[in-house]
């Protein structure tokens, strides 16, 4: 029963990686697409995206 409780919470915490790591994808596409955007808010963006990516496809390696 513990193991599916916690199953259950991985799965979630999953979705809200993926979750977030769309939101990112979405701001990262209209930042690039507004020329006053900061250069360095990108960067920040998309290295924060890539850390969320690498977390998801670590997860799902050990998860399956």
Do not use: W
């Amino acid at each position: 029963k513990n193991r599916s409780i916690k199953t259950m919470s991985l799965n979630n915490y999953l979705k809200k990686l993926k979750s977030k790591h769309l939101t990112l994808k979405d701001n990262i596409k209209s930042a690039q697409a507004n020329l006053t955007t900061d250069d360095k808010n990108i960067v920040l963006m998309k290295k924060m995206k890539l850390r969320i990516k690498e977390k998801i496809f670590r997860m799902e390696q050990n998860f399956n």
